[in-house]
Structure formats: structure tokens, C-alpha cells
T-cell receptor
Framework: LAKTTQPISMDSYEGQEVNITCSHN???????ITWYQQFPSQGPRFIIQ???TKVTNEVASLFIPADRKSSTLSLPRVSLSDTAVYYC??????????????FGKGTKLSVKP | DAGVIQSPRHEVTEMGQEVTLRCKPI?????LFWYRQTMMRGLELLIY????????DSGMPEDRFSAKMPNASFSTLKIQPSEPRDSAVYFC????????????????FGPGTRLTVL
């Protein structure tokens, strides 16, 4: 079971780059790393997914070191609208087990003006 | 696509009453998930289906909870009888995994149903 550990909360200011790190020491060889964003009163929304090295899309970048025991979500130049809870998930659907679909408590990011 | 649709958006009921939550997944998605979210416990997976068949219901808290998926476009989560501690936001999500045995999957969540049991 690939349990993840993230900071409970983070504060930032508009225009800054924010990096949220997730630890997943027990990641399995075939596990992927996925990040979701959740705004108040809404369901989580997919942000980015990766397996190794670096992945970038129009919203964020995901950095995964060679040992894959951690990953870092990078949000460039955050704005007030990036205030949300960010979840790191490791794994996926396989073997009929829900054990990999654990969202945890996430990281509450507060962006200030 | 309209996304995942859930109804009702809000439900207020009294202890002991039956509650039925409904979900319509995204067309073409063959996985459907039910989650519960509270401040104390965060987001918990209750059960998920693949091709309308329940795969893992180990997250269902107790026998008062039941879920069905009679067809690919509809699922229900029922609580009978409801209790105050069931008050939470219930999310439905669907996904269509990629290829491969351990394929990555992106879940698309509905807006949720906020349940209050008095």
C-alpha cells in the first residue's frame, strides 16, 4: 500500500512559485503519481500525472526524482484562484484493490494578495 | 460532455429515514466510484464498480450503506436507516483507465451531494 505524506497547509503570495512535495516511500514499480485540486464545495479535479522525471502541462509541472519516493507539484506564479486543497495519489486501479485510491488529507494552499 | 451528474445536490433528512443518492457517470467511462468527505476523515472511497459490477466495497462503513449500478449510465448509493454521523458530502466519480495491467486512471468527479441527517 503506497501511503502518501504531504504538508497539511502552505501559504503563499500572488505571483510566487509554489512547490508542494509528497512522500511515497512504498511506491511500487508500476505505480503512477497523480495530483488533484479541490476547491470548496466542488469535487477534486485532475491536475497532472506522471511516472518519472518531469511532466509539464498548461497548469503545473510535476518533478519525480529517480528513486520515485517523492514527487513535487510546482505551480508557477500562483494567483488567488489557486487557493485550494491539493491531493497526491500514488498507484491506480489494479488487482481489484482500492488500496491505491487513497486521497489522504491533502495540502491546503492559501494564496494571499 | 456534461460531466458526472449527481442528484440531489443537497439533502436534509431526519435520523432513521432512507436516503438515496444518484449518479450519472460520463458516457464511455467504465469505472464508477463513490466517495464520502468529512472534515475529520477527509475523502474516503466507499465502493467502486467496473462495467457495472461492484469490485471493492470494503470502504462501505456498515450494512446500512448499499450501492447499485443497474446499467452503465446510472448508480445509486442508499443509506437505510440514516444516522447523524452519516452527514457528509458524497461524491461520485468516473474514469476510463488507459491500457496496461496497472494503468493510470484519471477520475472525473461530480459536484457532490451534501447530506445532513438531523
Amino acid at each position: 500500500l503506497a501511503k502518501t505524506t504531504q504538508p497539511i497547509s502552505m501559504d503563499s503570495y500572488e505571483g510566487q512559485e509554489v512547490n508542494i512535495t509528497c512522500s511515497h516511500n512504498n511506491i511500487a514499480t508500476n505505480d503512477y503519481i497523480t495530483w488533484y485540486q479541490q476547491f470548496p464545495s466542488q469535487g477534486p479535479r485532475f491536475i497532472i500525472q506522471g511516472y518519472k522525471t518531469k511532466v509539464t502541462n498548461e497548469v503545473a509541472s510535476l518533478f519525480i526524482p529517480a528513486d520515485r519516493k517523492s514527487s513535487t507539484l510546482s505551480l508557477p506564479r500562483v494567483s488567488l484562484s489557486d487557493t485550494a486543497v491539493y491531493y497526491c495519489l500514488v498507484g491506480g486501479l489494479y488487482g481489484g484493490s482500492q488500496g491505491n485510491l487513497i486521497f489522504g488529507k491533502g495540502t491546503k494552499l492559501s494564496v494571499k494578495p | 460532455d456534461a460531466g458526472v451528474i449527481q442528484s440531489p445536490r443537497h439533502e436534509v433528512t431526519e435520523m432513521g429515514q432512507e436516503v438515496t443518492l444518484r449518479c450519472k457517470p460520463i458516457s464511455g467511462h467504465d469505472y464508477l466510484f463513490w466517495y464520502r468527505q468529512t472534515m475529520m476523515r477527509g475523502l474516503e472511497l466507499l465502493i467502486y464498480f467496473n462495467n457495472n459490477v461492484p469490485i471493492d466495497d470494503s470502504g462501505m462503513p456498515e450494512d446500512r450503506f448499499s450501492a447499485k449500478m443497474p446499467n452503465a449510465s446510472f448508480s445509486t448509493l442508499k443509506i437505510q436507516p440514516s444516522e447523524p454521523r452519516d452527514s457528509a458530502v458524497y461524491f461520485c466519480a468516473s474514469s476510463r483507465p488507459g491500457t496496461g495491467f496497472r494503468s493510470p486512471d484519471t477520475q472525473y468527479f461530480g459536484p457532490g451531494t451534501r447530506l445532513t441527517v438531523l
